[in-house]
């Protein structure tokens, strides 16, 4: 297997949990890059970086750099993605991977021309959890899957000038959080809700704050999804079948779930995996994809919750100022 050179983009919250994870997997990272030099310097001489460019866009063109992980604000991500790209540079991009579908289709087709991997940083899509509930669900031991319901709200003060209700930085809950309720979705149905409906509460700043979505595909399953920014949640999720039901508590990054089964009311505790290692169950499926296996990423998942996203918020006649342009 080929030895893979990481750079990271941004010294945040995400980049931080990304160098351990690295570590935690035997690796480091080889590269950082940031707006602010300094940052990166810190961030380099705290995690053991040996490379830190003084211009971040060097990152693209050093021929030492194989993959890079964006991790800036969503809408920033098609103008670095897209240059990542055209270097020929695998990408693992920070949810939401863009801002609308569009964005989406327009990178995914020069990735296709230059023959690099593009994935989505979607814990749901890697932890251990996810895949063995879905292999219980593949056995019939609960029977078709019927109606899956979500929460998922965070409390934030209504400060709109941070990133959460900032118009101008792609604020809003659905491209925050509203993209793990729909990634826990499509995980679990058939194929991708084509029947949308939704009612949304728009913050001052114009962005949406609250939202509760209704969605059915064509198999007749259905979902139904509530949102918030300014409400607390509990971070549940419920995949409701013929024969029991699952609970997922603590998603995204969760390690375990809870099976009812309902002609006998059994009960079953479902472990698998670490909450402390969802980083690196993605880097490590971005490894396979690079070495082979890009099935992997699940970037088919990825493009069906970019595409309701895309749907919601055209719905509601919410935009960001880079889709005005």
């Not at 991997?117 to 031991?141: C, D, N, Q, W």
């Not at 962005?207 to 059915?216: C, F, I, K, M, P």
């Not at 064509?218 to 039901?245: D, F, I, N, T």
């Not at 089964?261 to 909450?275: F, M, P, Q, R």
């Amino acid at each position: 297997m080929k030895n893979i050179n990481w750079a990271v983009l941004g010294t945040g919250v995400i980049a931080n949990e990304m160098a351990v994870a690295l570590k935690k997997n035997g690796k480091n990272i080889y590269a950082v890059g940031n707006r602010t030099h300094e940052k990166a310097v810190i961030f380099a001489e705290k995690y053991g970086i040996g490379k830190v460019y003084a211009d971040y866009n060097e990152m693209f063109t050093d021929p030492d750099v194989d993959v890079i992980y964006i991790t800036t604000p969503h809408n920033t991500h098609l103008n670095f993605m897209k240059k990542a790209i055209e270097n020929g540079k695998h990408i693992l991009v920070e949810k939401s991977i863009t801002l609308n579908s569009d964005e989406l289709n327009e990178a995914l087709a020069l990735a296709e021309e230059k023959g690099v991997i593009v994935g989505e940083a979607m814990t749901i899509f890697h932890m251990p959890i996810y895949k063995k509930l879905r292999k219980i669900l593949e056995s019939g031991a609960l029977g078709k899957v019927n109606l899956i319901t979500m929460n998922f709200g965070s409390f934030k003060e209504y400060n709109m000038g941070n990133r959460f209700f900032n118009r101008n930085l792609a604020g809003g809950a659905m491209l925050d959080i509203g993209v793990y309720a729909l990634s826990f979705i499509r995980w679990f149905m058939d194929s991708k809700p084509d029947q949308l409906l939704s009612q949304v509460k728009q913050a001052p700043t114009k962005v949406d704050e609250q939202a509760g979505l209704l969605l059915t595909n064509a198999e007749g399953q259905m979902a139904a999804v509530m949102l918030s920014l300014h409400s607390k949640q509990p971070k549940r999720g419920m995949v409701s079948c013929e024969k029991g039901y699952i609970e997922v508590m603590e998603y995204p990054r969760a390690w375990e779930a809870k099976i009812t089964y309902t002609d006998s009311g059994k009960t079953e505790l479902i472990k698998a995996g670490e909450n402390a290692d969802a980083l690196a169950y993605e880097l490590a499926d971005m490894e396979k994809a690079i070495n082979g296996d890009p099935s992997c990423m699940h970037l088919d998942y990825t493009k069906d919750v970019m595409d309701m996203m895309t749907e919601f918020r055209k719905s509601w006649g919410f935009t960001y100022p880079e889709e005005e342009k």
